[in-house]
C-alpha cells in the first residue's frame, strides 16, 4: 500500500511539473533535504516539526506542487480540512483538474454540498483532456477512472481499466490501475476517491 501511495503522489506532482527543465530539477532536488527531515518527522508522527520542514521545502521551491501536496497530505492525516481546502485552493490556480478533483473530495469528506458540482466539472475536464491515449496523459487518465467509478460505476470503470491497461504498457502504469482495480471492487464509490489520495 505505502508504495502505491507514494507513486500517486508522484503522479500528482507531475501532472503539471513534466513541462519543467533542468533548473526546476535541479532546484527540486537541493530542497529535497527539507521534504527528507519532513518524512522523518511524519514517520515520528511529529506533526509541528513535520509541518515546519514541508514549509521550508514549499518555501525553498514555490513551483514544486510535489512539496505543496505533501503538505496538503499531511493536514489530511491530522484532519485539518480547512487548510487542507485553503491549500488546494491556491494549488487550482492553474487551472488543474486534479487539483479540482482533490478539492471536490476534500468537500465530499466533509458532506459539503458543493462537492458534486465540482467534482463534476473536474471529470468534464479530464474527460477533454484525455480523448486520445497518449503517454503523458496517463496521469490524467488515472484521476479520469476514479471520476468514472464515481458517477459511471463499477462495470463502467473495470471496462474502462482494461482500455487503460491495453494503451499503457508501462509497469508504473500498470501497478497503479490495478491497485485502482482492486479498490473499485473492494469499496464504496466515495472511499475510492478517498484511498486513491490517501484519506482516511
Same mark, same amino acid.
Given at each position: 500500500?505505502?508504495?502505491?501511495? +507514494?507513486?500517486?503522489?508522484?503522479?500528482?506532482?507531475?501532472?503539471?511539473?513534466?513541462?519543467? /527543465?533542468?533548473?526546476?530539477?535541479?532546484?527540486?532536488?537541493?530542497?529535497?533535504?527539507?521534504?527528507?527531515?519532513?518524512?522523518?518527522?511524519?514517520?515520528?508522527?511529529?506533526?509541528?516539526? @513535520?509541518?515546519?520542514?514541508?514549509?521550508?521545502?514549499?518555501?525553498?521551491?514555490?513551483?514544486?506542487?510535489?512539496?505543496?501536496?505533501?503538505?496538503?497530505?499531511?493536514?489530511?492525516?491530522? +484532519?485539518?480540512? @480547512?487548510?487542507?481546502? %485553503?491549500?488546494?485552493?491556491?494549488?487550482? #490556480?492553474?487551472? #488543474?483538474?486534479?487539483?479540482?478533483?482533490?478539492? /471536490?473530495?476534500?468537500?465530499?469528506?466533509?458532506?459539503? %454540498?458543493?462537492?458534486?458540482?465540482?467534482?463534476?466539472?473536474?471529470?468534464?475536464?479530464?474527460?477533454?483532456?484525455?480523448?486520445?491515449?497518449?503517454?503523458?496523459?496517463? %496521469?490524467?487518465?488515472?484521476?479520469? &477512472?476514479?471520476?468514472?467509478?464515481?458517477?459511471? +460505476?463499477?462495470?463502467y470503470t473495470l471496462e474502462a481499466i482494461e482500455k487503460f491497461k491495453d494503451?499503457?504498457?508501462?509497469?508504473?502504469?500498470?501497478?497503479?490501475?490495478?491497485? &485502482?482495480?482492486?479498490?473499485?471492487?473492494?469499496?464504496?464509490?466515495?472511499?475510492?476517491?478517498?484511498?486513491?489520495?490517501?484519506?482516511?
Open positions: 500500500m505505502k508504495v502505491y501511495i +507514494g507513486i500517486m503522489a508522484i503522479m500528482l506532482a507531475t501532472c503539471k511539473s513534466n513541462s519543467k /527543465g533542468q533548473e526546476a530539477k535541479t532546484k527540486s532536488q537541493s530542497c529535497s533535504v527539507f521534504n527528507d527531515k519532513y518524512i522523518e518527522y511524519v514517520m515520528a508522527e511529529q506533526k509541528d516539526s @513535520a509541518l515546519y520542514y514541508i514549509d521550508k521545502a514549499i518555501t525553498c521551491d514555490p513551483d514544486d506542487d510535489f512539496f505543496k501536496f505533501e503538505k496538503v497530505k499531511l493536514l489530511l492525516k491530522y +484532519g485539518n480540512y @480547512a487548510a487542507a481546502t %485553503s491549500n488546494v485552493k491556491d494549488m487550482m #490556480s492553474d487551472n #488543474s483538474p486534479t487539483y479540482e478533483m482533490l478539492y /471536490g473530495i476534500i468537500l465530499l469528506k466533509q458532506n459539503n %454540498s458543493k462537492a458534486e458540482k465540482v467534482l463534476e466539472s473536474a471529470y468534464d475536464s479530464f474527460d477533454k483532456l484525455t480523448k486520445e491515449y497518449e503517454e503523458e496523459n496517463s %496521469s490524467l487518465q488515472y484521476y479520469k &477512472l476514479g471520476l468514472d467509478n464515481y458517477f459511471n +460505476g463499477q462495470n494503451n499503457y504498457k508501462d509497469q508504473h502504469n500498470i501497478a497503479l490501475v490495478d491497485y &485502482l482495480k482492486d479498490i473499485v471492487v473492494q469499496e464504496a464509490r466515495e472511499d475510492v476517491l478517498y484511498k486513491m489520495f490517501n484519506m482516511n
